[in-house]
């Protein structure tokens, strides 16, 4: 059930068997398998899922092309709650290991917060990331495009931009290096450093090699109408024509919860094995936190996973049905 402010102190005082922290597409995939192996879940979301903001999804299986990432979001929620999975909208703040069961900390509301304890044998990571996107003076103006034709992922969308005219909006030179993969889909690309780094003698040899340009000036805008970028305008108000665009300025990564912990990591992601277990025993962590892909098809499965995994623990312990497993 979604938890009001007088279901709280009930669910404080037992022990679930699962909590998850997100509530994105791979959050409710892990609490819905996990409640239909009947097990106790708790899943904490703070509504910010990458997800959420991708306004459709024109690669995952089954669904019309069209759809919202809110609405599949919305469905997995419903679908979640139905199977008596319980459902806290929260803020993760701090866990802490104490052998048997983790403690999970919790905010609840903006403001006037109240804060929560929350009791669990395992926790999954579902937390995710989010994108960093180009830094102007009204952000307004990005968004009117973000999630539109200003992609932020070359894997989901490479397919969008094929034989279009595309923007790179990089933050640095590593990741600039995303254009190389992307002219397998197009050979028109301009990359925008927006003065934010230099194009090193390497870097610059092989984009010329490949006819690519470059433009360091800052950018004061985008252009276009209704939700389509058409251009970029700069601060010396020349206009740059494009048809599509794609951002690679590196992603905030919601995971400083588990920081205590030192779990294995490559980069900002963390290590798991094939069931999404990290190296600490009791705590998983799927879709955009752990090595991998970023796909919301990607996300599910590990949800999948991570709740069959934990299940095979439980029955290690517990191997036949009982009503207080």
Not at 62 to 75: F, K, N
Not at 89 to 102: H, P, R, S, V
Not at 179 to 203: A, K, R, S
């Amino acid at each position: 059930m979604k938890l009001t402010k007088q279901d709280i102190q009930q669910s404080t005082a037992k022990v679930y068997d699962t909590i998850v922290v997100g509530g994105g597409a791979g959050g409710l995939s892990a609490g819905i398998y996990l409640q239909r192996y009947l097990l106790d879940t708790l899943i904490i979301d703070k509504g910010k899922a990458r997800s959420f903001w991708m306004q459709e999804l024109h690669n995952y299986l089954g669904l019309p092309p069209d759809t919202p990432g809110r609405s599949l979001l919305r469905q997995g929620k419903e679908h979640y709650l139905s199977l008596g999975g319980d459902l806290l909208d929260a803020y993760e703040e701090e866990i802490f290991d104490e052998g048997e069961t983790l403690t999970v900390g919790v905010k609840v509301g903006r403001t006037k917060s109240k804060y929560h304890t929350f009791r669990t044998k395992y926790l999954i990571a579902a937390s995710g990331i989010i994108d960093y996107l180009p830094a102007l003076d009204n952000m307004r103006n990005v968004y009117d495009y973000a999630g539109y034709n200003l992609h932020v992922c070359l894997i989901c969308d490479g397919y969008e931009m094929a034989d279009k005219k595309v923007g790179v909006f990089a933050s640095s030179a590593a990741n600039a290096e995303v254009i190389f993969p992307l002219g397998w889909f197009t050979n028109d690309i301009t990359l925008f450093t927006q003065g934010l780094f230099e194009v090193n003698e390497d870097l610059r040899g092989k984009l010329e090699t490949r006819g690519y340009q470059v433009e360091s000036t800052p950018i004061k805008q985008l252009v276009g109408q209704e939700h389509q970028m058409t251009g970029v305008e700069l601060i010396d108000e020349r206009v740059v024509e494009l048809e599509t665009g794609l951002i690679s300025m590196g992603s905030q990564y919601h995971s400083t919860y588990l920081d205590k912990f030192d779990l294995e990591k490559q980069g900002n992601n963390l290590v798991t094995d094939k069931m999404a277990r990290t190296s600490h025993k009791r705590i998983f962590a799927i879709g955009d936190l752990k090595v991998g892909l970023n796909q919301v098809v990607i996300a599910v499965a590990d949800g999948a996973l991570a709740a069959t995994q934990i299940w095979r623990d439980v029955r290690q312990r517990i191997p036949h049905y009982t009503k207080s497993a």
